[in-house]
Structure formats: C-alpha cells, structure tokens
C-alpha cells in the first residue's frame, strides 16, 4: 500500500501526477511508451486501444517530433474517437518533453481528463529517440520501452537506460527476423542480462492477438493501480 | 531580493514548457529571413524592442502586485495575432504550474484560479517574481531576456548554427536587455496611478502575421 507524506506538500495537485483526485478515488494510471524511430510505438499503443478501449475508458497523447503524423494515423486508424487522442509538440527534444520539461505533457494529460471526465488508461507516446530516453515519474506511472529485431539483434546487448530500467520492454517485429538475420535466442538472453527480473515480451503485431503479451501486463498494473499496489 | 532566485526564474532549463517555442524564430527561418548569425542577432534586436518590451513592462507591473486580471486583460489588448495570445495563455498555464511548485504562494493561486486555462506567460512571470521574492526590475529582465534566449536557442537547432556564435550574439544584447529591462520597469512603477495604459504597446506586425501562418502550417519542429 502506498503511504502519503504524513503532511500533505501545499499545492502538489498543481504540479506533478498526484495518484489520486480531488474527490479520493484514484485517476486514470498513465503509462508512457518510448523508444527509437520506427520500433513499433505507435502500431503497439494502436493495437492496445483496439484490444481495451470495449471494456476502459481510454486516451493517447502523442508526442510528434515535427508534425502531428502520429496522432493523425490513429486519428485516420479510427481507434479512439478523435477527442480521445492529443498531440503535443517538443520543439525538436522529444525527450525534454517526457523528462526535464514535462508541462506540455501534464498539461495535455489534465485537459483529456477535464474534456472527458474520469478515464481509466492514458498513453503517453514519446516521439522517437535514443536509446537513453525515458519518462519523468512525474509525468507517468509506469513505462514500457519498444524496440525492435530488425534495428539490430545487438540492441538488447547495448542496454541503455531504456532497456535496462523501462517497467516493461517490448521487442517487436519478431517476424522479421529471419529476413534481417536477427537472432532471437541471443536477444532474449541479452534481455535477461540486462533486465534481471523485469518483464520483457517479443511482439509480432502483424500475427493475430501479437498484441496480447502487452494487453496482458497493462492490465495486470491497472489492477494494481486500483489496488493501491503502485504508485 | 535573492539574485540566485532571478538565475533560476530566468535558466532555460527552467521546466515551463518554453523548450518547444522558438519565439518565431521557425517561421523566420522558413522564410528566409534569418540564415545566417547576423540575421539572428538582427531578429533577436527586433523582437526585443518590441515584443520583449511590452512582455518586460507587463512582468514587472505584475511584480509591483498590481492586479494580474487587469494585466492578463492589458496583455491581451497588446497582442493582436489569436495564434500568439493562445501560445502567450498556453506558456502562462504551463509556467504556473512550475512557478506554484517551485515558490507556492496565494497570489499565484489567486491567478490560476481565475485564468484556469491560463494567463499572459509575462504576467505569470512577473507574479512568480513577487512570490520569488525578486524585484519588478528582475521580473522586466526575465521576460527581456527571455524574448531573445528561446529564438537563440530556436535558431542553434533550426539552422545549425556555431552555438558559441549564438550566444555571443546573446551576449552582445545584454546591454540592450538591460535598457530596455530598465524602461519597462519605470513604466510599472507608474501604473498604480495612471493605470494599465502607460505599459510598453511596441508591437512587431511581423512577427504577428508570420506568427498566424506558423500555426498553419502541417510540418514545425516548434509550437510558435
């Protein structure tokens, strides 16, 4: 169970992700997702909307490096209601917005919630960027980092603090591999090395239900969240 | 007064959003106007005497503790282009919820509650100058300074540009900043008596209509 300061901080609602609403119930959990250009973010936070959005009340914010491409394909994908999906703009630093500067991102997160009332999931997707890119706990509540086999088998290998930190690391285009010479036995193993016991799951979104490793642990840290468990 | 108070308001890395607006710098760019750093220094002079201005004299009324609704509605009358008051209100909001964080205080709160969606960014500034404890002079550097260091930084990244000819060129506006930091903050110091209308209204018409285009546009690296 997560204890508060027995003093509540002044102010602290106005600022960072305070885990719960004015009202005591808690708000909706806020997972990031980061990781290199091209790895699969935006097709994975699409494939989750469809598998959650019957059963959640969702909302994405996307963070474009120099257009709103991404909010625009799952705009055209029609995975979420267009009011449901946001996008905010990095001045070139997408990963200043998710970590040194995160106000445009809270407050984007702040206006879906006061436009749709309470929501149970919000993705915060990062635009793409190094390997060393990783989200602000003030901004988010648990975070998944997605690269992919065909980038290179040696990435898992390589670390970073995405790899090694992230709550979850997803490695995607695993049907790839045999096209780019990608070894996926050496990369798990990497990934276990890197990781210890933190989760990780390959992905192959192009199969049917490849999504499903991901929807099973969001929904496993939303059960948490309304346990009490995180955060 | 804490001078280090001034050095943090007044840091880039300073967390309220500023990061993804080039001050027009973008939209200058994308014309053609600025290329090189002598077209940058000449933006930079441009953008002070006018929009730096008028964002200096309304901080540093908001410093005197002069009333931030009257300023919000003052900042409003001077900026003309609808793109650049909703970018202003946007970096107002964000900079309130760093200023309430980093110096809480009843007048920032009295602010953001009547400007939910967000007051003129120079008039957060100059109240989160007064809940600093700092000066109205201090507020008027901020925001002069703070006129020129984003399109500098913009510029840096849009044009690759030498960064250590950047910041000369910053380094070459300080007196400038510091002329124009000084007029604004006599200018507040008058509005308790003669009211909002003795505040800087320098506007840069350029910089208005380059700045509704830039909100136009389908592909930017920067918010404004």
Same mark, same amino acid.
């Given at each position: ?231 | ?49 006018? @929009? +730096? =201005? &008028?964002?200096?004299?309304? #901080?540093? $009324? !908001? /410093? ?9 509605? %003052? ?56 809940? @600093? +404890? =700092? &000066?109205?002079?201090?507020? #008027?550097? $901020? !925001? /002069? ?9 913009? %510029? ?66 920067? $918010?404004?």
């Amino acid at each position: 169970m997560h204890l508060d300061h027995p003093v509540t901080l002044p102010h602290r609602h106005t600022h960072s992700a305070d885990a719960r609403r004015p009202d005591g119930s808690r708000r909706a959990l806020r997972i990031g997702f980061g990781g290199p250009v091209g790895s699969g973010k935006t097709a994975t936070v699409a494939a989750l909307c469809r598998t959650l959005r019957d059963r959640l009340s969702l909302a994405v914010v996307t963070n474009d490096i120099y257009t709103q491409e991404d909010a625009a394909f799952l705009r055209r994908e029609a995975v979420l209601p267009p009011e449901r999906i946001t996008a905010v703009e990095t001045g070139a630093c997408p990963h200043t917005a998710i970590r040194d500067d995160i106000s445009a991102n809270l407050e984007a997160v702040e206006q879906l919630e006061q436009d749709l009332g309470p929501l149970d999931l919000i993705l915060i997707e990062s635009g793409g960027d190094n390997l060393t890119a990783t989200f602000s706990r003030g901004l988010v509540d648990t975070q998944v980092f997605v690269i992919d086999v065909a980038s290179g088998d040696d990435i898992p290998r390589k670390g970073g603090p995405g790899i090694t930190t992230a709550d979850l690391l997803v490695v995607n285009k695993t049907d790839l591999a045999p096209y780019v010479g990608a070894d996926l036995d050496t990369m798990r193993a990497d990934t276990r090395r890197q990781r210890g016991d933190l989760p990780y799951a390959f992905t192959s979104l192009t199969t049917a239900d490849g999504i499903r490793p991901v929807t099973d642990w969001v929904t496993e840290r939303l059960a948490a969240w309304h346990a009490g468990v995180t955060g | 007064m804490s001078r280090t108070a001034l050095l943090l308001l007044a840091d880039g890395r300073f967390p309220a959003g500023g990061h993804a607006h080039s001050g027009g710098m973008e939209a200058a760019v994308a014309s053609g106007s600025v290329h090189d750093t002598a077209g940058l220094e000449a933006f930079c002079r441009g953008r002070l005497h006018t @929009a +730096g =201005l &008028t964002a200096a004299g309304l #901080a540093a $009324a !908001a /410093a005197t503790g002069h009333d931030p609704l009257a300023l919000d509605e %003052a900042a409003d009358t001077r900026t003309p282009a609808p793109a650049l008051r909703r970018v202003a209100r946007r970096l107002g909001r964000q900079l309130m919820r760093a200023a309430r964080a980093t110096w809480p205080s009843t007048e920032l709160d009295h602010l953001a509650h009547h400007r939910p969606q967000g007051a003129h960014q120079p008039v957060v500034l100059g109240v989160t100058a007064r809940a @600093a +404890g =700092l &000066t109205p002079l201090d507020a #008027a550097h $901020a !925001a /002069a300074y703070d006129s020129v260091g984003g399109p500098a930084t913009a %510029a840096v990244r849009l044009l690759s540009l030498d960064p250590f000819e950047a910041t000369a060129v910053l380094a070459r506006l300080a007196e400038e900043c510091d002329t124009v930091a000084g007029a604004a903050a006599r200018a507040a110091e008058r509005v308790a008596v003669e009211g909002v209308t003795v505040l800087p209204a320098a506007s840069a018409p350029l910089l208005d209509i380059t700045g509704e285009q830039h909100a136009a546009r389908p592909v930017r690296l920067f $918010a404004s």
